[in-house]
């Protein structure tokens, strides 16, 4: 291990997690920016609302579907290699999409997208469950997670000036090259804990010692080669179950935001494009403030001696009843009460996505890829099914079905983290 013996106590696991914080907010600039462009693409492709839904979830059925995979590939890759190989890959599939024109060849980009994304979320779980003791956890998933919304919440309105002057085709263009400049200088600066030079011994005692996974993740690399045997430990526990259920009642609300949201604005509910886009940002930032106040208070609570059933749960039940608030826009007519509304719904959606902690405590220690794997697999499921039933029920421009139905999954995911999940553990299995 070549870890400096610097006197002075050193902090770079925030400088870790800052960059974790702004891959996070590119992977979501890639992913959203299709919602952005889809007003434009739909005109000039003439494409009805059905066959933009399955535009906006062909992402997701390679994503999703290849999470397991993923998930163990990050169980045995180093970060440091493993993400700009997917940052290039993925990067180059959003640039290519402003080089098509049929229906077919857009689908076919953003299943690319899907595919090469697919390891980040487990690896981002394994950089934090790497580099953070298990008290600061909480609190390091609320700051990368809420990547995904500060990253939307002012990337919206960027995104659109950028097609107002380059067209969406431009919007894609320079959505890749991002990407590709930032796989780079993710390669010069990512180390490993065990591999940081400046990381000092006082740190690495801190991160150990609260039950930061470091040598561990090196040793079972090293001494174990995956046997399918550890799939079906992942799928036959009753308390995983509630996780992966509780993600994919998430994960509906947040898809709905990432793609049908500015249509919703613009045809249903008449705004400009220009406004619509200022707008959009408001349930972003509300999401924002949810996620960062869940983590740090969630992290609050455990230091203070409070149970993990309470600390760790709390806010994600808390946030699962905010998010029926989304019914609410179904009767009013009025634009501020419509955007309180989704607001207070994203703001509930933000609050309980620190779901991840519970990968970090649950899942067995040799297995936190697998298991962050079938956990994004079944999340992902949402963003492959929820876009395309929205575009159904949405199908003749009326939006208030999509809605009910959306609130009826956030109460859903309340149950499954109120009577499956139980105990908040980590699962010990006998090798």
Same mark, same amino acid.
């Given at each position: 291990?070549? #870890? ?8 770079? @696991? ?7 914080? /702004? ?10 920016? /299709? ?74 980009? @953003? ?25 600061? @956890? ?11 919304? #500060? ?32 796989? /780079? ?22 991160i150990e010692e609260g039950g930061g996974l470091i040598n561990h993740i090196t040793i079972e690399k090293e001494e174990r080669k995956f046997d399918w045997k550890d799939l079906q430990k992942a799928i036959s526990y009753r308390k995983l179950w509630g ?30 494009? #220009? ?20 983590? +740090? ?36 007519d009025n634009t501020s009460l419509i955007i309180f509304f989704l607001s207070l719904a994203f703001f509930g959606n933000g609050l309980a996505s620190i779901t991840w902690v519970f990968v970090s405590l649950l899942a067995p220690k040799r297995m936190i ?5 079938? +956990? $994004? +697999? ?6 492959? /099914? ?19 139905? #959306? ?6 995911? +309340? ?10 553990? @980590?699962?010990?299995? $006998?090798?």
């Amino acid at each position: 291990m070549s #870890i400096s013996t610097a006197e002075k106590t050193t902090t770079k @696991r925030y400088n870790i997690l800052a960059l974790v914080f /702004i891959t996070v907010v590119i992977n979501y600039m890639d992913r959203s920016n /299709i919602s952005v462009a889809a007003a434009a693409i739909t005109e000039e492709l003439a494409l009805t609302k059905v066959q933009m839904g399955l535009i906006f979830s062909a992402f997701a059925w390679t994503y999703s579907s290849l999470q397991i995979p993923g998930g163990i590939i990050v169980d045995y890759v180093k970060p440091r290699i493993l993400y700009p190989i997917m940052l290039i890959l993925w990067s180059v599939s959003t640039l290519v999409q402003g080089f098509v024109s049929s229906l077919s060849a857009l689908i076919g980009c @953003r299943m690319a997208i899907g595919l090469f994304e697919a390891p980040s979320y487990p690896c981002n779980n394994k950089i934090v469950t790497s580099w953070f003791p298990e008290k600061e @956890r909480a609190s390091a998933i609320a700051v990368y997670t809420s990547g995904q919304f #500060i990253g939307l919440a002012f990337l919206t309105p960027a995104l659109i000036m950028i097609q107002n002057m380059m067209g969406w085709r431009g919007l894609f263009i320079v959505s890749g090259i991002i990407g590709i400049v930032w796989a /780079i200088i993710w390669y010069g600066f990512y180390r490993d804990p065990e591999n940081h030079n400046s990381v000092s011994e006082d740190e690495i005692n801190h991160i150990e010692e609260g039950g930061g996974l470091i040598n561990h993740i090196t040793i079972e690399k090293e001494e174990r080669k995956f046997d399918w045997k550890d799939l079906q430990k992942a799928i036959s526990y009753r308390k995983l179950w509630g996780v992966y259920l509780g993600q994919f009642c998430l994960g509906s609300l947040f898809i709905f935001f990432l793609t049908w949201f500015p249509t919703y604005l613009v045809e249903y509910r008449g705004l400009d494009f #220009i406004k619509s886009g200022f707008l959009a940002s408001l349930p972003f930032l509300a999401a924002f403030v949810g996620v960062l106040l869940s983590g +740090f208070s969630s992290d609050a609570l455990v230091r203070k001696g409070y149970s993990n059933e309470f600390a760790r749960k709390a806010p994600v039940l808390v946030g699962m009843l905010l998010s029926l608030s989304i019914i609410g826009a179904n009767y009013t007519d009025n634009t501020s009460l419509i955007i309180f509304f989704l607001s207070l719904a994203f703001f509930g959606n933000g609050l309980a996505s620190i779901t991840w902690v519970f990968v970090s405590l649950l899942a067995p220690k040799r297995m936190i890829g697998l298991v962050g794997g079938v +956990f $994004n +697999f079944v999340g992902g499921l949402s963003a492959a /099914i929820t876009p395309v039933v929205i575009g159904y029920l949405a199908e003749d421009g009326d939006f208030k079905p999509a809605l009910f139905y #959306i609130g009826a999954l956030a109460f859903l995911g +309340f149950c499954s983290y109120l009577f499956l999940v139980g105990k908040v553990e @980590r699962i010990e299995i $006998n090798d």
